[in-house]
Each structure stands twice: as C-alpha cells, then as structure tokens.
Antibody, heavy 121, light 110 residues
Framework: EVQLVESGGGLVQPGGSLRLSCAAS????????MNWVRQAPGKGLEWVSY???????YYADSMKGRFTISRDNAKNSLDLQMNSLRAEDTAVYYC???????????????WGQGTMVTVSS | QSALTQPPSASGSPGQPVTISCTGT?????????VSWYQQHPGKAPKLMIY???KRPSGVPDRFSGSKSGNTASLTVSGLQAEDEADYYC??????????FGAGTKVTVL
C-alpha cells in the first residue's frame, strides 16, 4: 500500500525540541521530493519545508534557523527536527509528497495522516 | 510568503454550482501555472483535487474544475453533492521550491 505515516508528535515546553518522522512505503521514495505542511488548530494549511530527492532544502521564513528537514533514502524516511519551539508552532504536522515523478507537477499528491505537536508549559 | 486570499465560506444547493476564488500576486499565482486545490474533510488529511491550475488527478470527479486569470485562480464544483461539503485550500508554487497556501474556504451543501 502506498502510504506516508508520521510519528514523533507530542507535548513540549516552549523553547524545547522535538523530532518528527515520516515513514514512506509502497513507492520509490528516493525519486520524490518531500515536504512538511502544518495546520494549527482550526486554521488553514501552512507550508513548512521542502527537501529534494538529493537533499537540497528550503524553509518558510518563520522556520528558518529553527527547523531542519532531512531524509534517509535507504530507510525511506523523512524527518523534521524542530528547535526553539514556540506556542505558535502548535499544529498538526503532515508530510506530503510532491508528485512530479507521478506527473502531478509542483503539487502535493500524497499526504500522511499527520502528527500533533503541542507547545505549552 | 503571504497567504493567498480565499473567501471563508461558500454554499450551494445539491446540483448547483459553486466557485471559490484564490487571489495571490505576480510572485505566486500570477507567475506560475502551478496552482493546486486540496479538499479536506474534518479530521482527515488533505486530498489533491486539481493541479497545474486545471488538471484533475485520476479518480477526481469531473464536476471539479480549475482555472486562472491573472493573479486569481478559481475552483468550480459544477454540481454540488453532499460529499463535497468540506474545506478547500488553494496553493501556489512561488519559486525556489517554496509554496503558499490560502486560508481555506468552507463549502456547505444546503
């Protein structure tokens, strides 16, 4: 089955760190670029970060210097290291595949179920 | 990286059409033909409905269509069905592998 499964969410204090993971299966992970997208409670979607198949990375301005995206193509996994967390980082974090290799250019054609991150004291 | 502008809500009776607008700038919507639309039911992950402004992924009903004029993109559902009640988000590529989303539109089937 083609799927993405996130893990690693939880409750963390302001200023703390958390590492999210996304396990990919059912497709050739190494040929796809990947993204993290988040959604604060009751709010809209917000793009967080991108990583190419070869490891080139980009970040939304508010995450630069605090978040680090990485991938392990041998393990079919995607990570997001989040440091210096703030209350406004509270959200469901989704990993999303960019569908260029499937013909869905510059669109997110597959999403995980999301993992909740709560930043609170 | 400012959010795209969508109306907060839209509604229509079953079988009627509904159109959602998505306004950006020449740096995103107007600058690239990479606008996509996502449907999200409560508690679920988003689902790709339209990509490349007007293309439908396999399995998406043909009552969903997309278009763009200048800095504004639109999603039209030509004949609303009960299962179309959901939140809809537009997204645009903004260059350098950066993306921007709209705030979402809640579609209600009356």
């Amino acid at each position: 089955e083609v799927q993405l499964v996130e893990s690693g969410g939880g409750l963390v204090q302001p200023g703390g760190s958390l590492r999210l993971s996304c396990a990919a299966s059912g497709f050739t992970f190494s040929t796809y670029s990947m993204n993290w997208v988040r959604q604060a409670p009751g709010k809209g979607l917000e793009w967080v970060s991108y990583i190419s198949s070869s490891g080139i990375t980009y970040y939304a301005d508010s995450m630069k210097g605090r978040f680090t995206i990485s991938r392990d193509n041998a393990k079919n996994s995607l990570d997001l290291q989040m440091n210096s967390l703030r209350a406004e980082d509270t959200a469901v974090y989704y990993c999303a595949r960019r569908g260029d290799s499937s013909g869905y250019y510059r669109a997110f054609d597959m999403w995980g179920q999301g993992t909740m991150v709560t930043v609170s004291s | 990286q400012s959010a795209l502008t969508q109306p907060p809500s839209a509604s229509g009776s079953p079988g009627q059409p509904v159109t959602i607008s998505c306004t950006g700038t020449s740096s995103d919507v107007g600058g690239y033909n990479f606008v996509s639309w996502y449907q999200q039911h409560p508690g679920k992950a988003p689902k790709l409905m339209i990509y490349g402004v007007s293309k439908r992924p396999s399995g998406v009903p043909d009552r969903f269509s997309g278009s763009k004029s200048g800095n504004t993109a639109s999603l039209t559902v030509s004949g609303l069905q009960a299962e179309d009640e959901a939140d809809y988000y537009c997204s645009s590529y903004a260059g350098s592998n950066i993306y921007v989303f709209g705030a979402g539109t809640k579609v209600t089937v009356l």
